[in-house]
Structures are given as structure tokens and as C-alpha cells.
């Protein structure tokens, strides 16, 4: 399989994941099943798209992480349970980079963020109910009724994982990296294969099972 190579993994470089589970297809399969950062995808399921963003981080210890938005909100997942998952198969992961990558302040700030929000950032449940009725199933006037000005979506104090690590991007840089209202992972994908957005591969971690055939 795929090496783990964290040394060359940085503190903000973002984390494309495709999960095998029902859940990661039934994500991915509501937008569509090919993926448009395909080349970068090695494995045998390289055509469907990502379903899940978030971020990659490094603490002082050299303790890695993954900062991600999930169901019970933004959460510091070791990244030994995303190693294992694809030594098992269940997953493939893709690491990318925006510009340079972040600068020492910028890290600092990032883990600033981190000590300071950690436990106030939720999770954005009405965001699939949001992507399903408005824009897979199209029926706009059904959406209307989960959209207020209250927590759910598009609310500026709940994340889906996509829109929370624009949401941290924004907060170090100004700027929305990924230009687009209520991004997903496929947008995210997009904006690898558009220069104009400064994205770049750094690794991908996939299951080769020949390998290890004795």
C-alpha cells in the first residue's frame, strides 16, 4: 500500500477522504459517480468522488491529527484511525495544498483557533437535507423550510465538514479559497484540477493489495 509519508504532510494541508461505507457511497453518489481530480485517485475506485474534507494538523509533539466537522461536531481524529482505514480498505486519502501551504504564524493562529473553538464548533446536520432537497431532488419550496435564520444551514455557528474548512481558511486568510457558496467535497475537487485556484497534489494513501501477496 501506499506509504505513510507524514513528513512531507504540513499543518493545513487539506484532506480529501473517500470512505467505502454505505454512508461515504450514498455522500458521494448524490453528486455524481465520476470524480474530476480522477488522476490523482490510484486506486481501483478512482472514479467516484471524495465525500468528506478536513484538515491535517501537527502538533508540538509531532502528534498528528485530523481536524474535521462530523456528526458530533469538530473533533481532533488521530491519524492512526485514518491509516488503519486504509490498511483495511475502507478508505482512500488524498492530501492537497493551497499556495504555499500555511507559514509558522499561520499554524500558530490555526492552533489558536483550535485551543480556543474546539468544543463550540457543531456540526451542520440540515446541510445533507439541504444538498438532497435543493439540489439532488430539486425540490426548492421543501427547502424553504429548513432554511431560517437559526442553527442549521448556512448558519455561521454549524459546519458541514466541506464548509468548515472553508470556514477556517477564511478565518486565517480573508478569503474563501474555494469560491463557492456551500462548497462540497466535489468542489474541493474542482478546484485541484483549476489553476486558477492554486491547489496542489501532495500525497494520496490507497489499499494495493498485490503487495502483499506472499
Same mark, same amino acid.
Given at each position: 500500500m501506499t506509504d505513510f509519508n507524514l513528513s512531507e504532510l504540513q499543518t493545513g494541508d487539506i484532506v480529501l477522504s473517500k470512505n467505502y461505507s454505505w454512508m461515504g457511497w450514498i455522500i458521494a453518489a448524490s453528486f455524481y459517480a465520476d470524480a474530476p481530480a480522477a488522476k490523482y485517485w490510484q486506486d481501483k475506485k478512482k472514479t467516484r468522488c471524495s465525500n468528506h474534507n478536513a484538515i491535517f @494538523?501537527?502538533?508540538?509533539? %509531532?502528534e498528528c491529527f485530523i481536524l474535521e466537522c462530523i456528526g458530533e461536531g469538530a473533533v481532533m481524529t488521530p491519524i492512526t484511525e485514518y491509516q488503519q482505514d *486504509?490498511? /483495511? /480498505?475502507?478508505? &482512500?486519502?488524498? =492530501?492537497?495544498?493551497?499556495?504555499?501551504? $500555511? &507559514?509558522?504564524?499561520? +499554524?500558530k493562529y490555526l492552533w489558536q483557533l483550535i485551543d480556543e473553538n474546539l468544543g463550540k464548533w457543531k456540526y451542520d446536520? $440540515? &446541510? =445533507? @437535507?439541504?444538498?438532497? #432537497?435543493?439540489y439532488t431532488l430539486r425540490f426548492s419550496q421543501l427547502y424553504q423550510l429548513f432554511d431560517s435564520d437559526g442553527p442549521g444551514i448556512n448558519?455561521?455557528?454549524? =459546519?458541514y465538514c466541506?464548509? #468548515? *474548512? +472553508?470556514f477556517i481558511y477564511q478565518q486565517i486568510f480573508g478569503?474563501? *479559497? =474555494? %469560491?463557492k457558496v456551500l462548497p462540497a467535497p466535489v468542489t474541493v475537487e474542482k478546484r485541484l484540477m483549476n489553476p486558477d485556484y492554486n491547489f496542489r497534489f501532495i500525497q494520496e494513501w490507497h489499499f494495493q493489495p498485490d503487495k502483499y501477496k506472499k
Open positions: @494538523v501537527r502538533d508540538k509533539h %509531532g *486504509v490498511m /483495511n /480498505n475502507k478508505a &482512500s486519502i488524498m =492530501f492537497i495544498r493551497w499556495g504555499g501551504g $500555511l &507559514s509558522e504564524a499561520e +499554524q446536520y $440540515l &446541510s =445533507f @437535507v439541504h444538498h438532497i #432537497f435543493y448558519s455561521e455557528r454549524e =459546519f466541506t464548509e #468548515f *474548512v +472553508q478569503i474563501d *479559497v =474555494f %469560491g
